[in-house]
């Protein structure tokens, strides 16, 4: 019942920035924790960040924190992940994905709803 589309991937040098965005659609937007998930080739999809529902409570993974920083609008149904200072380690595709109140934000099997994906690609 949850639509969602990232966009903003693309190629950029290690030590660069990118932002992401996921546009939702469906069901009430604000209602939802949302997080971001990354997948290399050959690897697992990992947990990357998540907000929960009022923005007020953000998460970060290890290999991330001090780097990304991740917000959404709910007026907007739009949620972000600025990316900064860029490794060639976080080459990978970033999915957007929404859970329902009362789970974890931090699980990606408490997720019903992901995006198609979105490329990031860090060169050294």
């Known amino acids: 019942q949850v639509q969602l589309v990232e966009s903003g991937g693309g190629l950029v040098q290690a030590g660069g920035s990118l932002r992401l965005s996921c546009a939702a659609s469906?069901?009430?937007?604000?209602?939802?924790?949302m997080g971001w998930f990354r997948q290399a080739p050959g690897k697992e999809r990992d947990f990357v960040s998540a907000?929960?529902?009022?923005?007020?409570?953000?998460y970060y993974a290890d290999s991330v924190k001090g780097r990304f920083t991740i917000s959404r609008d709910n007026a907007k149904n739009r949620v972000y992940l600025q990316m900064n200072s860029l490794k060639p380690e976080d080459t990978a595709v970033y999915y957007c994905?929404?859970?329902?109140?009362?789970?974890?934000?931090?699980?990606?099997?408490?997720?019903?709803?992901w995006g198609q994906g979105t490329q990031v690609t860090v060169s050294s």
């Open positions: 469906g069901r009430t937007f604000s209602s939802y924790g």
């Open positions: 994905a929404a859970t329902p109140l009362g789970r974890s934000v931090l699980k990606k099997y408490e997720y019903d709803y």
């Open positions: 907000i929960s529902w009022s923005g007020v409570g953000t």
